[in-house]
């Protein structure tokens, strides 16, 4: 097989190029009026959708900015190219999962006069592979022969060139509002991006107006590098529950990658980012290498209205209720000076010594899909993991795959050899085991049932009433790896005429009948008031996370 002369011939011996003339292509100047387009027009109007209208930006620049590099910098060889190719590609994939690289980003634009907002977001890493077919599609044109033309014919195309290098470089630099309506999204935007020489400004800068309703307001006299961290979308909060204590329970691994600001003096950006779902009330989390430390803005969405904020504002009567006042000592520190409502809060990151936490998700029941032969089974081999499942296997006239039931210690009613019924209900949340008559049994064995449930209710059980009560006045705390917060709750339980009995999550009772006693295992037993579902096991709903393990058996004499 011959490889294609491309990839044989050494970098340095390859023709010159000319990357100027791959502006002028079709392919090079569609992308670019994209990228114009899609940033000022199409971006915050609601003609496409938030999520399209912030990839579109992405793919069209991985086919301007290579391309463009290299013409400013004046290369002309392959090398030179994929430099640029590399260089935009590396830039690029470092800004989107790195916030650190994103507040670099950020600062760096600021000196040349652009103060920048990035939205870190490995999505948008999707891109990516654009950068392939930009280089194919606009190699030929930069390999492509000179005319041989008089000077006056000659100047034309350079005079393009130039005029094409210039849109580009002014399109790429150059955004959209940091702050379109909902339905946009934010990606890369400007605290404010640099309008006309207005000589009744001090600064000589008039900054875009942007739409927000908690926002952040620079009254240091130096540049800020702040990064604001929204709320996963998948976290659910009970905004009542969070108000009590915004700093300790809304932890860090609640909110995601989130913005960076690069914010000049006297200007202000939004606290969160509109583009997102709406909510009963917001959360944000603010950091930043100079402030002295992170903080959380919480408020209602009924408290601060959304509304049209100045871009700068230098007499304080002007702020919105919305406004938090950023101020620095003489050490260049920075924290909050002042807030016009009472949203912010200190991160708490030590929780009272009797808080309760979230029960631990390795004490949850679970099980492999149950083996629903439709009769009865014989248990034939019973094995206890190390990790304290059950492995179980049954000869049922077919062929049964090995079962694995997780449950509390010694909860397990049954053993080998032993016959039972297995049935599932609920869509699979609640599972009952009841041991019948084998075969070989010449009598009736014990009647032994076991009742596996978990989910958002209390289970019923025959001759049994069952009620859960919310320990309101306890301590809590988030779990420290997921983030999720719950209130502990009491069961109380009454078996046919006996008395009620109370037990706590991770508790065990027995309840006495007159002849059958229940014995029951709470593995959980709480009121979940914020939940991060992508780390949290149970129902996917903030509400009760209830499971249990029942047994009914005789009586013992």
Request: negative net charge; glycine residues 8%.
């Amino acid at each position: 097989m011959t490889l294609p002369r491309w990839l044989t011939t050494p970098f340095s011996t390859r023709p010159e190029l000319r990357p100027g003339r791959a502006l002028l292509t079709p392919t090079w100047l569609a992308a670019l009026a994209l990228l114009g387009v899609n940033d000022h027009l199409l971006k915050g109007s609601g003609l496409l959708p938030g999520g399209l209208t912030g990839k579109l930006s992405d793919l069209a620049g991985m086919v301007v900015a290579p391309a463009l590099l290299a013409a400013l910098l004046g290369l002309r060889t392959r090398r030179g190219l994929l430099f640029c190719h590399v260089a935009v590609g590396a830039v690029f994939a470092a800004i989107k999962v790195s916030p650190a690289a994103a507040d670099a980003w950020s600062w760096l634009m600021g000196l040349v006069g652009n103060a920048w907002s990035i939205t870190v977001d490995p999505t948008d890493l999707i891109a990516l592979p654009v950068l392939a077919l930009g280089w194919r599609a606009l190699l030929p044109a930069m390999r492509r022969p000179a005319p041989r033309l008089q000077l006056t014919s000659r100047m034309a195309p350079r005079l393009a060139q130039l005029a094409a290098v210039c849109a580009g470089t002014s399109l790429s630099i150059a955004t959209s509002s940091p702050n379109p309506p909902p339905g946009e999204e934010g990606d890369v935007g400007d605290v404010g991006d640099v309008g006309e020489w207005d000589t009744g400004v001090d600064s000589g800068i008039v900054y875009e107006d942007i739409d927000a309703d908690a926002y952040l307001h620079n009254g240091s006299s130096a540049d800020l590098i702040v990064r604001t961290r929204d709320l996963l979308p998948e976290v659910q909060i009970d905004c009542i529950a969070a108000e009590e204590d915004p700093g300790l329970l809304l932890s860090e691994s609640l909110f995601g990658a989130g913005r960076t600001w690069s914010m000049p003096p006297n200007t202000n950006a939004a606290a969160r980012d509109l583009s997102l779902a709406s909510r009963q009330c917001y959360a944000v989390r603010v950091e930043g290498d100079s402030l002295v430390e992170p903080f959380i803005l919480f408020w209602h969405a009924s408290e601060i209205a959304v509304e049209l904020i100045p871009g700068s504002i230098e007499d304080a009567s002007q702020h919105r209720p919305g406004g938090v006042l950023l101020g620095a000592d003489a050490d260049g520190q920075v924290s909050v000076a002042s807030s016009q409502r009472e949203i912010v809060y200190e991160v708490d990151p030590f929780p009272p010594a009797d808080a309760y936490y979230p029960g631990p998700d390795v004490e949850r029941l679970a099980w492999s899909d149950p083996p629903l032969a439709g009769g009865a089974m014989q248990i034939t081999n019973l094995d206890l993991g190390p990790d304290g499942c059950i492995g179980l296997e049954f000869d049922a006239g077919i062929d049964i795959p090995r079962w694995y039931l997780c449950l509390p210690a010694d909860s397990f009613p049954f053993v080998q050899d032993q016959w039972i019924t297995v049935e599932s209900f609920a869509s699979g949340d609640v599972l009952e085991l009841t041991r019948v008559q084998g075969p070989e049994d010449v009598d009736p064995p014990p009647k032994v049932a076991m009742v596996v449930s978990r989910g958002r209710e209390v289970p019923k059980f025959a001759d049994t009433v069952m009620a859960s009560k919310v320990v309101f006045d306890a301590a809590i705390a988030p779990d420290p790896d997921c983030g999720t917060v719950a209130r502990p709750t009491e069961v109380s339980v009454r078996y046919e005429d006996g008395e009620v009995q109370v037990a706590k999550p991770g508790g065990q009772i027995t309840l006495q009948g007159a002849s059958t006693s229940l014995a029951l295992w709470f593995a959980h037993a709480e009121e979940r008031v914020i939940l991060n579902p992508v780390c949290a096991e149970g129902p996917d709903e903030l509400g009760l996370d209830f499971e249990v393990v029942a047994v009914r058996s005789p009586s013992q004499p």
